[in-house]
């Protein structure tokens, strides 16, 4: 069905004047079609910014990452112990790094700033855990750790708040009563939990990291009981996370009572989040289609009902000459330009209306190319499959019997 340049104006022309008679009728008619497109673009849209986020949380936490973490905060007989690290490392299959972690809040500060931040107490492979990549120095070393040193990496945020934009190594900031010796800057990372984040707890980008040993006053070889907040463990075989779990949580129970401790993995959290993301999608998919359905029918009978009104000028065409085709391609087109029109206005509305939720309700929302596509094939889609039944139906009038009626 190829038609010249000549043809296609003509038809778009008479579309356009046809349409117009009825704005009113017309806007109303394709109100569907807006309601539906928009609710596909600002569903694909929190969609989208949701399994950004969750992979974005993903990447602070690390997919081959197990976590213990201390349920029984404030009675170090019951919490986790630095010990507990090493002894899991040896009987969990394919753990490759285990690290304590101790987590304290403390006023850090130098001569020009002076905040409330998070401190870190890890060890040095914590650095391989976590995958950490500084932007300037090095991370703690086992000689920070073994001298029980005083020296510190900043979070990418933290050092900018204490410096601004100078070199901070080798400069000395307070921690609660202790000056320790800037040793290295992290790369900006991971995510900020403020906003809800379900999987990372830490915020790297605003943490201090100091030697395990330096912030407790005993090192690891002497005090292997001491009380930690979290133990994390790496394993190579990131997939069977969930059975490596068990044997983790087996291993802790030998010391611990159950209750005193929760192991957190990473994957299946995301696996959850996914889950529940799915849902969310077809619930308001659901909606969509309903809209897209209300609209679709609106459409379908306000061209039926402009058949019945221009039956005599669809006579009149026939009489001058057009066929059966001409007039089913007229009448498409003028429910394509609804529908495609509709839709055009639903990607503006969609995309308003995820802008609105990412400012308003702070969710991370992306609007993609995919969903802007989306968005432009299902009213395309309405279009023709709404249009068709109309259009047909003007195409079989007899111009006889179209010329005859009033």
């Known amino acids: 069905m190829a038609f010249n340049r000549a043809e296609l104006g003509e038809y778009l022309r008479i579309a356009l004047e046809a349409l117009g008679r009825y704005r009113l009728r017309t806007s109303l008619s394709v109100l569907g079609v807006v309601l539906g497109v928009a609710a596909v673009i600002a569903m694909m849209s929190v969609s989208e910014g949701a399994a950004r986020e969750a992979l974005t949380q993903m990447e602070a936490l690390g997919l081959d990452n197990l976590v213990a973490r ?3 905060l404030g009675d170090p007989s019951r919490s986790l112990t630095a010990g507990d690290a090493d002894r899991a490392a040896s009987l969990v299959p394919t753990a490759s790094a285990a690290s304590p972690l101790v987590s304290r809040y403390a006023r850090i500060g130098n001569a020009d700033h002076t905040l409330l931040a998070q401190v870190l107490a890890v060890r040095p492979n914590y650095q391989a855990i976590l995958r950490l990549s500084l932007a300037r120095g090095r991370f703690l070393s086992a000689t920070d750790e073994s001298t029980t040193a005083r020296a510190c990496v900043l979070g990418d945020l933290l050092a900018r708040q204490l410096f601004g934009y100078r070199d901070p190594i080798g400069e000395q900031v307070r921690i609660a009563q202790d000056y320790y010796q800037v040793i290295g800057v992290l790369r900006e990372h991971g995510t900020d939990p403020q906003k809800g984040s379900a999987l990372a ?30 133990v994390w463990l790496q394993v190579e075989d990131g997939a069977r996370g969930s059975d490596l779990s068990e044997i983790f949580q087996r291993a802790l129970e030998q010391t611990h009572n159950p209750g005193d401790f ?80 509709g839709g055009a206005v639903g990607i503006v509305v969609g995309a308003a209306v995820s802008f609105g939720i990412s400012s308003y309700a702070e969710w991370a929302t992306h609007v ?32 006889v019997d179209a010329m005859r009626h009033e």
Do not use: C
């Not at 943490?207 to 930690?228: K, R």
């Open 262 to 341: 929760k192991v957190v993995v990473p994957r299946e959290i995301l696996a959850q989040r996914y889950r529940t993301q799915r849902t969310f999608n077809v619930v308001v998919g659901s909606v969509a289609a309903l809209a897209l359905l209300v609209g679709g029918i609106g459409i379908m009978n306000i061209m039926l009902t402009s058949v019945v009104e221009r039956t005599r000028e669809i006579g009149v065409r026939r009489t001058a000459g057009a066929t059966r085709r001409d007039i089913t391609v007229q009448f498409l087109i003028e429910t394509l330009l609804m529908t495609i029109g």
């Open 70 to 72: 201390s349920t029984a």
């Open 201 to 230: 707890w830490h915020d790297l980008n605003r943490a201090a990291f100091v030697p395990l040993p330096t912030l407790t006053g005993h090192t690891l070889a002497l005090a292997p009981n001491q009380p930690v907040d979290e």
């Open 368 to 399: 993609s190319l995919l969903a802007v596509t989306l968005g432009f094939v299902v009213s395309v889609l309405v279009g023709v499959i709404f249009g068709w039944y109309p259009a047909m139906k003007a195409a079989a009038l007899e111009p």
